[in-house]
């Protein structure tokens, strides 16, 4: 995430690394990193990318929009 958040890298590469990182951040066990308050703010982050590259990315907005709902209740 870090190397993806230099100012060359395309904004869509970025968001795909915030969502994957979020993914993965969610499921890790206790032991293994899991960090499931970053793992929200990284898919919001992710979203909010993607919702700003118009409508060729609707269908990724939507994705990420439906992982949110079954995670962020509460």
């Known amino acids: ?3 993806r958040s230099k100012k060359d890298t395309p904004a ?18 206790t032991d293994e990193g899991r960090d499931r308050p970053r793992a ?3 898919a919001r982050a992710s979203r909010a990318s993607y ?3 118009g409508p060729d990315e609707q269908a990724r ?5 439906a992982w949110l709902a079954t995670r962020a209740r509460g």
């Open 1 to 3: 995430l870090t190397i």
């Open 12 to 29: 869509e590469f970025l968001a795909q690394t915030q969502f994957d990182l979020a993914k993965v951040l969610w499921i890790a066990g």
């Open 51 to 53: 919702a700003t590259m």
């Open 61 to 65: 907005v939507e994705a990420i929009d």
């Open 40 to 42: 929200l703010e990284l």
